[in-house]
Protein backbone atom coordinates (compact mmCIF):
# COMPACT_ATOMS: atom_id res chain seq x y z
CA UNK A 1 0.00 0.00 0.00
CA UNK A 2 2.45 2.08 0.82
CA UNK A 3 4.30 2.06 -2.70
CA UNK A 4 1.17 2.37 -4.27
CA UNK A 5 0.66 6.13 -1.98
CA UNK A 6 4.28 6.66 -3.27
CA UNK A 7 3.60 5.81 -7.24
CA UNK A 8 0.51 7.93 -6.71
CA UNK A 9 2.35 11.17 -5.05
CA UNK A 10 4.72 11.11 -8.35
CA UNK A 11 2.36 10.85 -10.71
CA UNK A 12 0.06 13.74 -9.40
CA UNK A 13 3.03 15.47 -8.88
CA UNK A 14 3.86 14.63 -12.30
CA UNK A 15 0.57 16.47 -13.31
CA UNK A 16 1.19 19.81 -11.35
CA UNK A 17 4.44 20.01 -12.28
CA UNK A 18 3.45 19.76 -15.93
CA UNK A 19 0.51 21.91 -15.18
CA UNK A 20 2.74 24.63 -13.70
CA UNK A 21 6.12 23.96 -15.81
CA UNK A 22 8.04 23.56 -12.33
CA UNK A 23 10.60 21.40 -12.07
CA UNK A 24 10.06 17.85 -10.22
CA UNK A 25 12.79 17.99 -7.69
CA UNK A 26 11.02 21.20 -6.29
CA UNK A 27 8.18 19.38 -5.63
CA UNK A 28 10.08 16.00 -4.35
CA UNK A 29 12.24 18.07 -1.79
CA UNK A 30 9.17 20.68 -0.69
CA UNK A 31 6.02 18.99 -0.55
CA UNK A 32 6.04 15.16 -1.11
CA UNK A 33 5.75 14.78 3.04
CA UNK A 34 2.30 16.01 2.95
CA UNK A 35 1.10 13.80 0.03
CA UNK A 36 -1.11 10.83 0.55
CA UNK A 37 -3.15 7.80 -1.37
CA UNK A 38 -6.28 6.87 -1.81
CA UNK A 39 -6.86 5.34 -5.42
CA UNK A 40 -4.93 2.59 -6.94
CA UNK A 41 -1.68 3.02 -9.28
CA UNK A 42 -3.92 1.75 -12.21
CA UNK A 43 -6.53 4.01 -12.09
CA UNK A 44 -3.78 6.91 -12.02
CA UNK A 45 -2.02 5.54 -15.12
CA UNK A 46 -5.09 5.64 -17.32
CA UNK A 47 -5.67 8.87 -16.48
CA UNK A 48 -2.26 10.30 -16.95
CA UNK A 49 -2.03 8.22 -20.33
CA UNK A 50 -5.31 9.55 -21.64
CA UNK A 51 -4.28 13.41 -20.98
CA UNK A 52 -0.32 12.61 -22.64
CA UNK A 53 -2.31 10.78 -25.52
CA UNK A 54 -4.53 13.87 -25.62
CA UNK A 55 -1.83 15.99 -25.45
CA UNK A 56 0.26 14.55 -28.14
CA UNK A 57 -3.16 13.86 -30.69
CA UNK A 58 -3.66 17.66 -30.40
CA UNK A 59 -0.51 18.53 -31.12
CA UNK A 60 -0.44 16.38 -34.25
CA UNK A 61 -3.68 17.68 -34.88
CA UNK A 62 -2.75 21.65 -34.45
CA UNK A 63 0.56 20.31 -36.78
CA UNK A 64 -2.26 18.94 -39.44
CA UNK A 65 -3.97 22.24 -39.34
CA UNK A 66 -0.90 24.38 -40.22
CA UNK A 67 -0.01 22.04 -43.10
CA UNK A 68 -0.09 23.44 -47.04
CA UNK A 69 -3.43 22.95 -48.64
CA UNK A 70 -2.79 21.28 -52.05
CA UNK A 71 -3.26 22.80 -55.67
CA UNK A 72 -6.66 22.56 -57.48
CA UNK A 73 -7.24 21.81 -60.98
CA UNK A 74 -9.76 22.87 -62.47
CA UNK A 75 -11.67 20.46 -64.83
CA UNK A 76 -11.78 21.93 -68.21
CA UNK A 77 -15.47 22.09 -69.76
CA UNK A 78 -15.31 19.33 -73.05
CA UNK A 79 -16.29 21.76 -75.35
CA UNK A 80 -14.72 23.98 -77.52
CA UNK A 81 -16.02 27.24 -78.06
CA UNK A 82 -15.71 31.01 -79.10
CA UNK A 83 -15.72 32.69 -82.46
CA UNK A 84 -12.03 33.05 -83.18
CA UNK A 85 -10.74 29.43 -82.84
CA UNK A 86 -12.36 27.22 -81.36
CA UNK A 87 -10.74 27.25 -78.13
CA UNK A 88 -11.02 25.11 -74.82
CA UNK A 89 -13.40 26.49 -72.30
CA UNK A 90 -13.92 26.22 -68.64
CA UNK A 91 -16.98 25.34 -66.34
CA UNK A 92 -18.19 28.25 -63.65
CA UNK A 93 -20.97 27.91 -61.56
CA UNK A 94 -22.44 31.33 -60.77
CA UNK A 95 -25.50 32.44 -58.16
CA UNK A 96 -27.88 30.81 -56.58
CA UNK A 97 -29.54 28.29 -57.47
CA UNK A 98 -25.96 27.93 -59.78
CA UNK A 99 -25.84 28.53 -63.51
CA UNK A 100 -23.28 27.03 -65.89
CA UNK A 101 -21.59 28.85 -67.98
CA UNK A 102 -18.32 28.03 -70.06
CA UNK A 103 -15.52 30.91 -70.06
CA UNK A 104 -12.29 31.52 -71.55
CA UNK A 105 -9.13 31.84 -69.56
CA UNK A 106 -7.54 35.14 -69.19
CA UNK A 107 -4.26 35.63 -67.73
CA UNK A 108 -4.72 39.13 -67.72
CA UNK A 109 -8.12 39.70 -66.71
CA UNK A 110 -9.04 40.06 -62.90
CA UNK A 111 -12.27 39.62 -62.66
CA UNK A 112 -15.23 36.79 -63.30
CA UNK A 113 -17.26 37.50 -66.67
CA UNK A 114 -19.77 36.06 -68.10
CA UNK A 115 -22.68 36.94 -70.99
CA UNK A 116 -26.08 38.14 -69.87
CA UNK A 117 -29.30 37.68 -71.52
CA UNK A 118 -29.30 41.67 -73.09
CA UNK A 119 -25.72 39.68 -74.84
CA UNK A 120 -28.17 37.79 -76.73
CA UNK A 121 -31.60 39.63 -78.02
CA UNK A 122 -34.49 38.70 -80.67
CA UNK A 123 -32.03 40.31 -83.46
CA UNK A 124 -29.05 37.56 -82.80
CA UNK A 125 -29.30 33.65 -83.71
CA UNK A 126 -31.52 31.32 -81.98
CA UNK A 127 -28.58 29.43 -80.25
CA UNK A 128 -27.19 32.58 -79.12
CA UNK A 129 -26.85 31.22 -75.65
CA UNK A 130 -24.95 28.29 -76.15
CA UNK A 131 -22.53 30.01 -78.81
CA UNK A 132 -21.57 32.12 -76.02
CA UNK A 133 -21.21 29.63 -73.11
CA UNK A 134 -24.53 30.14 -71.88
CA UNK A 135 -26.46 33.18 -70.20
CA UNK A 136 -25.88 34.06 -66.34
CA UNK A 137 -29.46 35.57 -65.70
CA UNK A 138 -28.65 37.55 -62.39
CA UNK A 139 -32.34 38.51 -61.66
CA UNK A 140 -32.67 34.41 -61.46
CA UNK A 141 -29.54 34.34 -58.56
CA UNK A 142 -30.76 34.98 -54.76
CA UNK A 143 -27.60 35.92 -54.08
CA UNK A 144 -26.83 38.69 -56.73
CA UNK A 145 -25.99 41.60 -55.05
CA UNK A 146 -26.37 44.89 -57.75
CA UNK A 147 -23.63 47.14 -57.71
CA UNK A 148 -26.36 50.38 -56.68
CA UNK A 149 -23.95 53.07 -57.48
CA UNK A 150 -24.48 53.78 -60.82
CA UNK A 151 -28.12 53.57 -62.27
CA UNK A 152 -27.11 50.33 -63.04
CA UNK A 153 -23.86 48.89 -62.12
CA UNK A 154 -22.57 49.57 -65.17
CA UNK A 155 -18.68 49.91 -66.02
CA UNK A 156 -16.30 50.20 -68.81
CA UNK A 157 -14.88 47.06 -68.88
CA UNK A 158 -11.00 48.45 -69.63
CA UNK A 159 -9.46 45.27 -70.52
CA UNK A 160 -7.95 45.12 -73.75
CA UNK A 161 -8.12 49.13 -74.50
CA UNK A 162 -5.00 49.18 -75.65
CA UNK A 163 -5.50 46.77 -78.56
CA UNK A 164 -9.15 48.06 -79.57
CA UNK A 165 -11.78 45.84 -77.54
CA UNK A 166 -14.61 48.02 -75.65
CA UNK A 167 -17.72 47.21 -73.89
CA UNK A 168 -19.36 47.61 -70.88
CA UNK A 169 -19.56 45.23 -67.69
CA UNK A 170 -22.95 45.13 -65.40
CA UNK A 171 -20.92 45.15 -62.14
CA UNK A 172 -22.53 43.55 -58.55
CA UNK A 173 -21.46 40.57 -56.36
CA UNK A 174 -22.49 36.85 -56.11
CA UNK A 175 -21.48 33.37 -55.75
CA UNK A 176 -18.71 31.79 -58.01
CA UNK A 177 -17.72 28.40 -57.77
CA UNK A 178 -15.28 26.40 -60.20
CA UNK A 179 -16.13 23.40 -62.25
CA UNK A 180 -19.35 21.88 -63.60
CA UNK A 181 -22.05 21.03 -60.73
CA UNK A 182 -21.09 18.20 -59.02
CA UNK A 183 -17.36 18.76 -59.69
CA UNK A 184 -17.01 19.80 -56.09
CA UNK A 185 -14.68 22.99 -57.21
CA UNK A 186 -14.42 25.89 -54.42
CA UNK A 187 -17.53 27.74 -54.24
CA UNK A 188 -16.45 31.47 -52.82
CA UNK A 189 -19.56 33.84 -51.94
CA UNK A 190 -19.79 37.30 -52.78
CA UNK A 191 -17.00 37.77 -55.27
CA UNK A 192 -17.07 40.54 -58.44
CA UNK A 193 -18.84 39.46 -61.19
CA UNK A 194 -19.56 41.30 -64.01
CA UNK A 195 -22.69 40.69 -66.46
CA UNK A 196 -21.36 41.44 -70.37
CA UNK A 197 -23.18 41.52 -73.57
CA UNK A 198 -20.09 43.22 -75.58
CA UNK A 199 -19.81 40.56 -79.14
CA UNK A 200 -15.78 41.77 -78.37
CA UNK A 201 -15.39 39.86 -75.62
CA UNK A 202 -18.13 36.87 -77.13
CA UNK A 203 -17.34 34.64 -74.22
CA UNK A 204 -17.25 35.35 -70.31
CA UNK A 205 -13.26 34.68 -69.20
CA UNK A 206 -12.42 33.70 -65.88
CA UNK A 207 -9.64 36.00 -64.68
CA UNK A 208 -6.60 34.78 -63.23
CA UNK A 209 -4.13 37.87 -61.77
CA UNK A 210 -4.81 38.44 -58.66
CA UNK A 211 -4.84 42.24 -58.75
CA UNK A 212 -7.86 43.90 -57.09
CA UNK A 213 -10.74 45.64 -58.26
CA UNK A 214 -10.53 49.51 -57.78
CA UNK A 215 -14.06 51.03 -58.89
CA UNK A 216 -12.91 55.13 -57.46
CA UNK A 217 -9.58 54.94 -56.21
CA UNK A 218 -6.70 52.90 -54.86
CA UNK A 219 -7.85 52.98 -51.47
CA UNK A 220 -10.52 50.83 -51.15
CA UNK A 221 -9.31 47.46 -53.02
CA UNK A 222 -12.39 44.54 -53.62
CA UNK A 223 -9.93 41.76 -53.69
CA UNK A 224 -10.01 39.14 -56.49
CA UNK A 225 -11.35 35.13 -56.83
CA UNK A 226 -7.71 34.07 -56.52
CA UNK A 227 -6.54 36.14 -53.49
CA UNK A 228 -9.53 35.27 -51.89
CA UNK A 229 -9.23 31.49 -52.67
CA UNK A 230 -5.61 32.29 -50.85
CA UNK A 231 -6.57 33.89 -48.23
CA UNK A 232 -9.19 31.44 -47.19
CA UNK A 233 -5.99 28.59 -47.35
CA UNK A 234 -7.51 26.98 -50.10
CA UNK A 235 -4.79 27.24 -52.33
CA UNK A 236 -1.60 27.10 -51.21
CA UNK A 237 -0.33 30.51 -53.01
CA UNK A 238 -0.75 33.28 -55.37
CA UNK A 239 0.01 31.05 -58.45
CA UNK A 240 -1.26 28.91 -61.54
CA UNK A 241 0.08 27.07 -64.15
CA UNK A 242 -2.00 26.93 -67.63
CA UNK A 243 -1.98 25.66 -71.29
CA UNK A 244 -4.71 26.19 -73.99
CA UNK A 245 -5.25 23.02 -75.26
CA UNK A 246 -5.88 22.64 -79.04
CA UNK A 247 -7.82 20.75 -81.40
CA UNK A 248 -5.20 19.48 -84.02
CA UNK A 249 -3.33 16.75 -81.57
CA UNK A 250 -4.16 13.63 -80.52
CA UNK A 251 -7.59 14.34 -81.48
CA UNK A 252 -7.91 17.15 -79.56
CA UNK A 253 -6.16 18.13 -76.22
CA UNK A 254 -8.51 19.62 -73.42
CA UNK A 255 -6.48 22.96 -71.50
CA UNK A 256 -4.98 22.51 -68.17
CA UNK A 257 -5.52 24.57 -64.95
CA UNK A 258 -3.99 24.41 -61.94
CA UNK A 259 -4.53 27.06 -59.46
CA UNK A 260 -1.55 27.05 -56.53
CA UNK A 261 0.68 24.81 -58.52
CA UNK A 262 1.51 23.39 -62.06
CA UNK A 263 1.09 20.24 -63.91
CA UNK A 264 4.26 18.73 -65.01
CA UNK A 265 3.15 16.56 -67.35
CA UNK A 266 2.63 18.69 -69.73
CA UNK A 267 5.43 20.36 -70.38
CA UNK A 268 9.27 20.45 -70.84
CA UNK A 269 10.96 21.76 -67.74
CA UNK A 270 13.40 24.74 -68.60
CA UNK A 271 15.89 26.90 -66.43
CA UNK A 272 14.72 29.89 -68.19
CA UNK A 273 12.50 32.03 -65.20
CA UNK A 274 11.43 35.96 -66.19
CA UNK A 275 10.95 38.38 -63.80
CA UNK A 276 7.51 40.34 -63.51
CA UNK A 277 7.26 43.11 -65.75
CA UNK A 278 7.84 46.75 -63.44
CA UNK A 279 3.95 47.70 -65.20
CA UNK A 280 2.00 45.05 -63.16
CA UNK A 281 -0.85 45.86 -65.83
CA UNK A 282 1.71 43.55 -67.73
CA UNK A 283 3.25 41.57 -65.73
CA UNK A 284 4.14 38.63 -67.96
CA UNK A 285 6.22 40.56 -70.39
CA UNK A 286 8.59 38.57 -72.22
CA UNK A 287 11.55 39.57 -74.61
CA UNK A 288 11.34 37.60 -78.07
CA UNK A 289 14.99 37.79 -78.98
CA UNK A 290 13.93 36.14 -83.03
CA UNK A 291 10.82 34.68 -84.65
CA UNK A 292 12.00 31.62 -87.27
CA UNK A 293 10.33 29.92 -90.06
CA UNK A 294 11.21 26.62 -90.74
CA UNK A 295 9.63 24.50 -94.08
CA UNK A 296 11.29 22.22 -96.30
CA UNK A 297 14.36 22.39 -93.88
CA UNK A 298 15.10 25.95 -94.78
CA UNK A 299 14.97 28.69 -91.78
CA UNK A 300 13.59 32.27 -92.21
CA UNK A 301 14.22 35.13 -89.79
CA UNK A 302 10.70 36.79 -89.29
CA UNK A 303 11.65 38.77 -86.57
CA UNK A 304 14.43 41.75 -87.79
CA UNK A 305 15.21 42.98 -84.26
CA UNK A 306 14.20 41.92 -80.29
CA UNK A 307 11.34 43.23 -78.81
CA UNK A 308 9.09 42.99 -75.54
CA UNK A 309 5.56 41.43 -76.01
CA UNK A 310 3.12 40.85 -73.19
CA UNK A 311 1.91 37.34 -72.70
CA UNK A 312 -2.03 37.13 -72.86
CA UNK A 313 -4.79 35.03 -73.29
CA UNK A 314 -7.38 36.65 -73.10
CA UNK A 315 -7.20 37.54 -77.22
CA UNK A 316 -6.05 34.74 -79.79
CA UNK A 317 -4.22 37.37 -81.92
CA UNK A 318 -0.12 37.88 -81.86
CA UNK A 319 0.43 41.44 -82.06
CA UNK A 320 3.37 42.31 -84.20
CA UNK A 321 5.69 45.50 -85.96
CA UNK A 322 4.31 45.73 -89.12
CA UNK A 323 7.53 44.48 -90.67
CA UNK A 324 7.62 41.41 -88.79
CA UNK A 325 3.96 41.01 -90.35
CA UNK A 326 4.83 41.30 -94.54
CA UNK A 327 8.15 38.81 -93.19
CA UNK A 328 5.03 36.36 -92.09
CA UNK A 329 3.24 36.84 -95.40
CA UNK A 330 5.99 36.51 -97.62
CA UNK A 331 6.72 33.07 -95.85
CA UNK A 332 3.34 31.86 -95.41
CA UNK A 333 1.79 33.47 -98.72
CA UNK A 334 -0.81 34.90 -96.58
CA UNK A 335 -2.88 38.25 -97.33
CA UNK A 336 -3.89 41.07 -95.67
CA UNK A 337 -7.70 42.14 -95.92
CA UNK A 338 -8.12 45.70 -94.70
CA UNK A 339 -11.66 45.29 -94.68
CA UNK A 340 -11.51 42.79 -91.54
CA UNK A 341 -8.18 43.87 -90.51
CA UNK A 342 -6.85 40.37 -90.72
CA UNK A 343 -5.37 37.15 -92.85
CA UNK A 344 -7.74 35.02 -94.24
CA UNK A 345 -6.75 32.20 -95.91
CA UNK A 346 -8.84 31.08 -98.59
CA UNK A 347 -8.73 26.85 -99.00
CA UNK A 348 -6.08 26.76 -101.52
CA UNK A 349 -3.63 28.03 -99.56
CA UNK A 350 -4.64 26.14 -96.57
CA UNK A 351 -3.97 23.05 -98.41
CA UNK A 352 -0.67 24.07 -99.57
CA UNK A 353 0.31 25.04 -95.57
CA UNK A 354 -0.77 21.49 -94.64
CA UNK A 355 1.49 20.15 -96.83
CA UNK A 356 4.45 22.55 -96.23
CA UNK A 357 3.77 21.55 -92.49
CA UNK A 358 5.76 24.59 -91.84
CA UNK A 359 6.75 25.75 -87.92
CA UNK A 360 7.62 28.96 -86.43
CA UNK A 361 10.03 29.02 -83.65
CA UNK A 362 9.94 31.83 -81.02
CA UNK A 363 12.50 32.50 -78.66
CA UNK A 364 11.76 34.26 -75.68
CA UNK A 365 14.78 35.76 -73.45
CA UNK A 366 15.16 36.74 -70.18
CA UNK A 367 16.29 40.31 -71.09
CA UNK A 368 18.45 41.06 -67.31
CA UNK A 369 20.16 37.26 -67.24
CA UNK A 370 20.34 36.43 -71.38
CA UNK A 371 18.89 32.72 -70.77
CA UNK A 372 16.56 31.62 -73.94
CA UNK A 373 13.99 29.31 -74.24
CA UNK A 374 12.35 28.04 -77.68
CA UNK A 375 8.39 27.67 -77.93
CA UNK A 376 7.71 26.02 -81.41
CA UNK A 377 4.30 26.37 -83.11
CA UNK A 378 3.48 24.28 -86.10
CA UNK A 379 1.12 26.00 -88.77
CA UNK A 380 -1.79 23.98 -87.35
CA UNK A 381 -1.52 26.16 -83.95
CA UNK A 382 -2.62 29.13 -86.90
CA UNK A 383 -4.96 27.17 -88.55
CA UNK A 384 -8.27 28.91 -87.27
CA UNK A 385 -11.64 29.50 -87.80
CA UNK A 386 -13.67 32.25 -87.46
CA UNK A 387 -17.61 32.34 -86.65
CA UNK A 388 -20.23 35.01 -86.40
CA UNK A 389 -20.62 37.68 -85.61
CA UNK A 390 -17.13 37.94 -86.65
CA UNK A 391 -17.59 36.27 -90.05
CA UNK A 392 -21.17 35.57 -91.53
CA UNK A 393 -19.70 32.25 -92.53
CA UNK A 394 -17.20 30.15 -90.92
CA UNK A 395 -14.17 31.45 -92.64
CA UNK A 396 -10.38 30.22 -91.71
CA UNK A 397 -7.59 33.40 -90.70
CA UNK A 398 -4.30 33.27 -89.78
CA UNK A 399 -4.54 35.05 -86.04
CA UNK A 400 -1.55 37.36 -86.41
CA UNK A 401 -2.41 41.40 -86.16
CA UNK A 402 -0.04 44.09 -87.28
CA UNK A 403 0.34 46.46 -84.31
CA UNK A 404 0.25 49.87 -84.25
CA UNK A 405 2.58 50.72 -81.96
CA UNK A 406 4.76 48.86 -78.81
CA UNK A 407 2.23 49.29 -76.57
CA UNK A 408 0.02 46.07 -78.72
CA UNK A 409 3.38 43.83 -79.04
CA UNK A 410 1.12 41.10 -77.48
CA UNK A 411 1.70 36.75 -77.80
CA UNK A 412 -2.07 36.01 -77.37
CA UNK A 413 -3.97 32.56 -77.14
CA UNK A 414 -2.87 31.05 -80.42
CA UNK A 415 0.53 31.22 -78.53
CA UNK A 416 -0.61 28.68 -75.14
CA UNK A 417 -1.76 26.18 -77.34
CA UNK A 418 1.77 24.91 -77.91
CA UNK A 419 3.14 26.55 -74.16
CA UNK A 420 2.56 26.44 -70.86
CA UNK A 421 2.85 29.20 -68.87
CA UNK A 422 3.40 29.21 -64.94
CA UNK A 423 3.10 32.27 -63.23
CA UNK A 424 3.91 33.16 -59.18
CA UNK A 425 2.99 35.85 -58.19
CA UNK A 426 4.80 36.62 -54.47
CA UNK A 427 8.07 35.68 -56.00
CA UNK A 428 6.94 37.59 -59.31
CA UNK A 429 8.71 35.42 -61.76
CA UNK A 430 7.08 33.14 -64.49
CA UNK A 431 8.23 30.48 -66.50
CA UNK A 432 7.30 29.63 -70.01
CA UNK A 433 7.93 26.01 -71.30
CA UNK A 434 6.96 23.83 -74.44
CA UNK A 435 4.25 22.08 -74.26
CA UNK A 436 4.22 18.16 -74.20
CA UNK A 437 2.48 15.64 -75.92
CA UNK A 438 2.63 12.45 -74.40
CA UNK A 439 -0.80 10.80 -74.35
CA UNK A 440 0.19 7.91 -71.59
CA UNK A 441 1.45 10.99 -69.50
CA UNK A 442 -0.29 10.81 -65.77
CA UNK A 443 -1.37 13.78 -64.16
CA UNK A 444 1.44 15.40 -61.85
CA UNK A 445 0.51 18.28 -59.77
CA UNK A 446 3.56 20.16 -58.23
CA UNK A 447 3.13 22.80 -55.28
CA UNK A 448 3.93 26.48 -55.26
CA UNK A 449 4.10 27.17 -52.04
CA UNK A 450 3.58 30.45 -50.54
CA UNK A 451 6.97 32.63 -49.43
CA UNK A 452 5.21 32.08 -45.87
CA UNK A 453 4.83 28.61 -46.03
CA UNK A 454 8.66 27.20 -47.35
CA UNK A 455 8.87 24.98 -43.98
CA UNK A 456 5.34 23.96 -44.02
CA UNK A 457 4.41 20.34 -45.32
CA UNK A 458 2.42 20.51 -48.30
CA UNK A 459 -1.23 18.13 -48.07
CA UNK A 460 -0.64 16.28 -50.65
CA UNK A 461 2.82 15.58 -50.20
CA UNK A 462 4.09 11.67 -50.94
CA UNK A 463 5.55 12.13 -47.14
CA UNK A 464 2.76 13.21 -45.00
CA UNK A 465 2.27 11.62 -41.62
CA UNK A 466 -0.04 8.27 -42.07
CA UNK A 467 -2.48 6.90 -39.70
CA UNK A 468 0.20 3.85 -38.36
CA UNK A 469 2.58 6.57 -38.02
CA UNK A 470 0.45 9.10 -35.99
CA UNK A 471 0.07 5.21 -33.89
CA UNK A 472 3.76 4.70 -33.45
CA UNK A 473 4.88 8.13 -32.28
CA UNK A 474 2.13 8.45 -29.41
CA UNK A 475 2.80 4.85 -28.13
CA UNK A 476 6.65 5.56 -28.84
CA UNK A 477 6.02 8.58 -26.58
CA UNK A 478 3.96 6.81 -23.92
CA UNK A 479 6.68 4.36 -23.64
CA UNK A 480 9.51 6.58 -23.34
CA UNK A 481 7.71 9.07 -20.47
CA UNK A 482 6.78 5.71 -18.59
CA UNK A 483 9.99 4.85 -18.37
CA UNK A 484 11.21 8.30 -17.37
CA UNK A 485 8.11 7.78 -14.98
CA UNK A 486 9.28 4.38 -13.70
CA UNK A 487 12.97 5.38 -13.52
CA UNK A 488 11.75 8.15 -10.87
CA UNK A 489 9.42 5.90 -8.94
CA UNK A 490 12.53 3.74 -8.26
CA UNK A 491 14.39 6.97 -6.92
CA UNK A 492 12.09 7.96 -4.61
CA UNK A 493 11.53 4.73 -3.39
CA UNK A 494 15.22 4.62 -2.31
CA UNK A 495 14.80 8.13 -1.36
CA UNK A 496 11.50 6.95 1.11
CA UNK A 497 13.06 4.22 2.44
CA UNK A 498 15.77 6.03 3.82
CA UNK A 499 13.99 8.43 5.61
CA UNK A 500 11.49 5.82 6.80
CA UNK A 501 11.06 6.30 10.35
CA UNK A 502 10.82 10.21 10.30
CA UNK A 503 8.27 10.53 7.40
CA UNK A 504 5.22 12.02 8.81
CA UNK A 505 2.98 11.23 6.06
CA UNK A 506 3.44 7.12 6.44
CA UNK A 507 1.76 7.20 9.76
CA UNK A 508 -0.98 4.61 9.05
CA UNK A 509 -3.78 7.37 10.67
CA UNK A 510 -3.37 8.93 7.58
CA UNK A 511 -5.30 6.43 5.73
CA UNK A 512 -8.43 7.95 7.13
CA UNK A 513 -7.48 11.67 7.27
CA UNK A 514 -10.69 13.30 5.33
CA UNK A 515 -8.06 16.63 4.95
CA UNK A 516 -6.02 14.56 2.82
CA UNK A 517 -8.76 13.75 0.44
CA UNK A 518 -9.76 17.22 0.57
CA UNK A 519 -6.64 18.11 -0.58
CA UNK A 520 -6.17 15.09 -3.23
CA UNK A 521 -9.51 16.36 -4.79
CA UNK A 522 -7.63 19.78 -5.20
CA UNK A 523 -5.16 17.76 -7.09
CA UNK A 524 -7.02 16.37 -8.89
CA UNK A 525 -8.57 20.18 -9.88
CA UNK A 526 -5.27 21.06 -10.64
CA UNK A 527 -5.44 18.19 -13.80
CA UNK A 528 -8.29 19.95 -14.53
CA UNK A 529 -6.26 22.69 -15.48
CA UNK A 530 -3.63 20.90 -17.45
CA UNK A 531 -7.36 20.11 -19.77
CA UNK A 532 -7.75 23.70 -19.82
CA UNK A 533 -4.11 24.18 -21.09
CA UNK A 534 -4.57 20.82 -23.51
CA UNK A 535 -8.13 23.11 -24.89
CA UNK A 536 -5.97 25.50 -25.37
CA UNK A 537 -4.78 24.15 -28.79
CA UNK A 538 -9.16 24.56 -29.65
CA UNK A 539 -8.30 28.16 -29.65
CA UNK A 540 -5.51 28.06 -31.73
CA UNK A 541 -7.09 25.73 -34.44
CA UNK A 542 -9.67 28.56 -34.53
CA UNK A 543 -7.14 31.46 -35.44
CA UNK A 544 -5.51 29.21 -37.53
CA UNK A 545 -9.15 29.25 -39.77
CA UNK A 546 -9.39 32.79 -40.47
CA UNK A 547 -12.20 31.90 -43.04
CA UNK A 548 -15.16 34.33 -41.02
CA UNK A 549 -12.72 36.94 -40.56
CA UNK A 550 -11.99 36.95 -44.82
CA UNK A 551 -15.99 36.47 -45.12
CA UNK A 552 -16.29 39.52 -43.38
CA UNK A 553 -13.68 41.35 -45.85
CA UNK A 554 -15.18 39.81 -49.01
CA UNK A 555 -18.36 42.04 -48.35
CA UNK A 556 -16.27 44.68 -48.67
CA UNK A 557 -17.59 45.60 -52.08
CA UNK A 558 -20.80 46.47 -51.07
CA UNK A 559 -18.54 48.94 -49.41
CA UNK A 560 -17.02 49.96 -51.90
CA UNK A 561 -19.73 50.11 -54.18
CA UNK A 562 -20.94 53.12 -52.12
CA UNK A 563 -18.04 55.05 -53.39
CA UNK A 564 -18.70 54.62 -56.80
CA UNK A 565 -19.35 57.79 -58.94
CA UNK A 566 -17.89 56.65 -62.68
CA UNK A 567 -18.99 54.38 -65.19
CA UNK A 568 -21.56 54.54 -68.57
CA UNK A 569 -24.82 53.37 -68.90
CA UNK A 570 -25.76 50.00 -69.61
CA UNK A 571 -29.68 49.86 -69.66
CA UNK A 572 -30.78 46.19 -68.88
CA UNK A 573 -32.94 46.17 -72.26
CA UNK A 574 -29.71 48.02 -74.00
CA UNK A 575 -29.29 45.56 -77.44
CA UNK A 576 -25.53 46.70 -77.92
CA UNK A 577 -24.71 43.45 -79.11
CA UNK A 578 -25.86 43.92 -82.61
CA UNK A 579 -22.67 45.48 -83.26
CA UNK A 580 -19.77 44.05 -85.37
CA UNK A 581 -16.04 44.36 -83.65
CA UNK A 582 -13.86 45.64 -86.32
CA UNK A 583 -12.31 42.78 -87.44
CA UNK A 584 -16.16 41.62 -88.92
CA UNK A 585 -14.84 39.46 -91.40
CA UNK A 586 -16.52 39.09 -95.22
CA UNK A 587 -18.49 35.42 -95.46
CA UNK A 588 -15.96 32.78 -96.94
CA UNK A 589 -17.36 29.19 -96.55
CA UNK A 590 -15.52 26.76 -95.52
CA UNK A 591 -15.33 23.25 -97.50
Known amino acids: MKDRQVSRGFFVLLHVSFSCH ?24 VLWLSLLLGQVVTQHLAARASTVPAPIVIPPSQNFEGNDGPWSTFTLRIGSPAQDVNVMVSTAGYQTWAVVPQGCPSSEPADCAKLRGGLYNYNESSTWAHNNVTSNGAFTLGLEENLGYTGNGLYGYDTVALGWQGSNGPSLDQQIVAGIATPDFYLGTFGLDPRPTNFTNYNNPVTSYIS ?4 QKIIPSLSWGYTAGNQYRENKVLGSLTLGGYDTSRFAPNDVIFPFDTQDIQALTVQIASITYTANSQNTSLLSTPISAFVDSTVPWIYLPLDACKKFEEAFGIV ?3 SSQAYLVNNTLHDKLIIEHATVTFVLQNSTRGAQVEISLPYASFDLVATYPLAANSTRYFPLARATNSSQYTIGRTFFQEAYVTADYERRTFTVSQCTWDPNARQNITTIKSLADQQVPTRSDSHHISGGAIAGIVLGSIFGVAAIVGLGVFLYRRFAAHHHETDEFEKPELDSSQQFRTGLVGDKHTGQEIDGKHYIGAEVDSKRLPGHEIDGKRFLGHELAGNVKMGHELDSGQHGSAEMPAREMPSAELP
Request: aromatic share 12%; with cysteine.
Open 22 to 45: LPLPFFCGQHVRKVTMAHTVTMDF
Open 228 to 231: NLKQ
Open 336 to 338: YDN
